[in-house]
């Protein structure tokens, strides 16, 4: 039976009979939420001192950070798991794995790691913030280990022969240690880094993978070209391609466990003259629907929103270009309204998030499930509110129309620059301008900008003549010089900017007139509708994004 820490300290010397009394009170106090030593080093007792009595409580030796290793001596652990229980593997001899940890009360984090990967655990005492700096530090390093795996993988390489071989022979290589390792990491690196694509280009000289964050392509890697036909492989044996095959583009998919959260990958190639470009698309299946608040409506646009999907029918038309966050949108329009009192059928390609007590149908058009094939079908099922993921053509577009006219709400997406050019977009698809009016109720054209990292935000001034063109009412906005926390970006996330067009009675009349896109846009603008410019403006005068950002997606001329 080990003596309490209070008791070893007061044998020590290290504190008083009534100091040891008074934060046993205090502890009876708080519930014995909080432990004798942090208490202890509140009132600035130094951390060393209850290190020592913790060593001899546990009979644990202390370790130093200078005795830290230099790396991981584990290949597949979690620097989230290490911070978040404050544990630092030292070295693994045989079957005994050394770990530094400031608590070794933790025995849920030992035995973890004991489970996980089968070694006996020898546990040594360490300073807290030493431990926390040296994992910071070897994750930081990143770029170290990456360059070894590499050389790692290029001397499998070199062993294998012509990569320009036989197909089996591709196929021993992708199963090489070195080429698993580095195609892991890719991955791993691209979701700590919350990518949402990688992309993986063969060149002349080299191969690059870059990762897109927050909407911008950032390149990360660059590997020895010979190394690529093994990387590839790889990524098509992972995604079930057809490895022999690299005439033809080819999808497949990879489902995978990283850090804990499962992650859906979508895997496309497509032949260049150097190769097959091939770009990983990922998908957190564990992420929370984003509500309409978060993904940047503001009260006024989420008013005028709300009000319209809580109609009973009617066509609402979220517009933008790929990568706009319109399939966000849906959802958390969808998510809004969905209760058991309706029935609500969505139509995608793909089905990108599982939403409950939603029917949810994937596009196949190898079968001749198609978005038209498959929305004559859902309006038999008596559906409440339908979700088309895309209006591609005038079948689709006209089906979808005759549902919106038969009592039915319905969501869809459309390609277009701005709210009003959706309009006119379906009268060129050759929708007839009475249906139009008829049936379409609300569009909304988005875009994403990214918000500026609040760890290292400062204040600039606002160049002169940029402020009288935007009609700017500040001398200074937030910008981010960035840190760690960004990448050195300056920029963390993404947030939406909108431009609401509800179809009044006003714009009715227009469309019956067939008045073109800028009439339209003038009409709605004098009716008091925001542009996406203007809504992007609010956004950066409230410290939220930037006016590069601003400018960058909405095409603004100065």
Sequence with gaps: ??????????????????????????????????????????????????????????????????DFPEEIPLEKVSFNFLENN?????????????????????TEGVEALRSSFGYEIELCIGKKDEIQQQIQ???????????????????????????????????????????????????????????????????????????????????????????????????KLL???????????????????????NVDIRVSTLPTIYGESIVMRLLDKETSFITLEDLGFDRLILDIYDETIKKPYGMILITGPTGSGKSTTLYASLDKINSPEK????????????????????????????????LRHIVRQDPDIIMVGEIRDMETAGIAIHAALTGHLLFSTLHTNDAPGAITRLMDMGIENYLVASTLICVIAQRLVRKICQRCRIKQPVPEEIGNKLGFSLNEVWVGKGCEHCSGTGYRGRVGIFEVLPVGDEIRELVMKRATAKDIKDKAVAMGMRTLREDGIQKVQAGITTIDEVLRVTQVEL
């Design 1 to 66: 039976m080990h003596k309490k820490i209070g008791e070893i300290l007061l044998d020590m010397g290290f504190i008083t009979r009534a100091e040891m009394e008074r934060i046993l009170g205090i502890q009876k106090a708080e519930g014995f939420k909080r432990k004798f030593g942090e208490i202890l080093m509140d009132g600035t007792m130094p951390e060393d001192r209850i290190l020592k009595a913790l060593s001899v409580q546990f009979s644990m030796p202390v370790v130093e950070g200078k």
């Design 343 to 374: 029935k609500i059928i969505t139509i995608e390609e793909p089905v990108e998030y599982l939403m409950p007590g939603i029917n949810q149908i994937q596009v196949r058009p190898k079968i001749g499930l198609t978005f038209a094939s498959g």
């Design 86 to 106: 404050n544990m630092l593997p030292l070295e693994l001899k045989g079957n005994i794995l050394r770990i530094a940890t400031s608590d070794p009360t933790n």
């Design 239 to 261: 995604s079930q391609m057809n490895i022999a095959e690299r005439r033809l583009p080819q999808d497949g998919r990879i489902k995978a466990t990283i850090e804990g959260k």
């Design 137 to 235: 530090l070897l994750r930081g390093s990143r770029s170290a280990v990456m360059q070894r795996l590499i050389e790692d993988a290029a001397e499998d390489e070199v062993s294998g022969g012509d990569l320009t071989g036989e197909i089996s022979h591709l196929r021993d290589l992708a199963q090489e240690k070195g080429i698993i390792q580095l195609v892991n990491m890719i991955i791993e690196n691209a979701v700590k880094d919350r990518a949402s694509d990688i992309h993986v280009e063969p060149g002349e000289i080299s191969v690059r993978a870059r990762y897109r964050i927050d909407g911008v392509l950032y390149e990360k890697e660059i590997l020895p070209v010979r190394m690529y036909s093994a990387i590839s492989s790889r990524i």
